[in-house]
């Protein structure tokens, strides 16, 4: 009888230290070595995570006009293409990639049980706070994210505050080769919490479309929002941005520019663009508005 108590007590020490063990090991097992493969997703897993965390990103979210996380990019490895055998052989624990990532670089990973999320570009702004969390979620910085997504809604409340009751104005989005962007677009959802009636979105224009100039000034925008990328470099893309028109018509209609390192992202920036068309819309509304930072970075 003796001998039976004494073999259940070490059975049971046994379970106990098991469970213990499966405790800590559930606690302590954050990925400690990240790859991103995507420069909007890049930005927010380096605004979630520890940088000694994270092991490499795209080569193009060292670029300034891309991220504003490009300081922190230098310091790590850069990819500049989706290659697996690259990914591979930096031996990660989770990788993320964007909407557009290549499929057979993800299927390969997966075959090599690599454990990857992938982001969906987000059509509205609970896209925007789902992509955040699962980002956080990934990466065992809940907290952080949902920091990052009270801190958005919380601007957004305010910014929808003061434009409320008043009249909405009409613009559209214009980048390289006559291209626009309709409804379940991020430019569209900025635009909208900016009070904007996407002139795209009234033409039926879904995703990514095209207006010729001649469309866009038979609309009569009181606004047309320009992409600030690589202004300054003459390209077959920028050439219809360089009409002779748009000088001609700045007397009558808000000509802006967005920053691309805050328009292409999936994170806090994108509130920033709508601060910003806001003022410009109706700068006698946000006179005293808090500017905000320039990113909600809460890994410091």
């Not at 991020?186 to 469309?215: C, D, Q, R």
């Amino acid at each position: 009888m003796l001998l039976q108590v004494s073999a259940f007590l070490i059975k049971l020490q046994f379970l106990i230290l098991c469970v213990l063990c499966c405790c800590i090991c559930s606690v302590s097992a954050k990925p400690l070595r990240i790859i991103s493969m995507d420069p909007a997703t890049d930005t927010l897993v380096l605004q979630l995570a520890d940088l000694d965390r994270i092991v490499a990103v795209r080569e193009r979210t060292q670029d300034p006009e891309v991220s504003l996380q490009w300081e922190k990019a230098l310091q790590l490895i850069t990819l500049r293409n989706e290659m697996a055998e690259e990914v591979y052989r930096l031996q990660p624990d989770l990788v993320f990639f964007g909407p557009w990532s290549n499929r057979a670089t993800r299927n390969l990973l997966k075959r090599l049980q690599v454990p990857a999320l992938r982001l969906q570009t987000p059509k509205n702004w609970e896209d925007v706070y789902a992509n955040i969390a699962d980002v956080g979620n990934a990466l065992g910085e809940e907290e952080r994210a949902a920091k990052m997504s009270a801190s958005m809604r919380r601007r957004l409340s305010a910014i929808e505050k003061r434009l409320r009751g008043q009249p909405l104005k009409r613009g559209l989005f214009y980048i390289g080769r006559g291209h626009t962007y309709g409804k379940n677009s991020k430019a569209h959802f900025v635009m909208e919490s900016a009070g904007v009636v996407n002139i795209a979105a009234e033409k039926g224009i879904v995703g990514l479309g095209m207006m010729s100039i001649e469309e866009v000034l038979m609309s009569a925008p009181d606004m047309i929002i320009f992409s600030d990328y690589k202004k300054d470099v003459p390209t077959l893309s920028r050439n219809v941005l360089d009409h002779p028109v748009f000088p001609h018509i700045a007397n009558r209609v808000i000509l802006t520019e967005v920053p691309s390192n805050k328009i292409n992202m999936t994170d806090a920036s994108l509130v920033d663009c709508v601060e910003l068309l806001a003022k410009t819309l109706y700068p006698h509304l946000f006179q005293d508005f808090p500017t905000a930072m320039n990113n909600y970075d809460t890994s410091e």
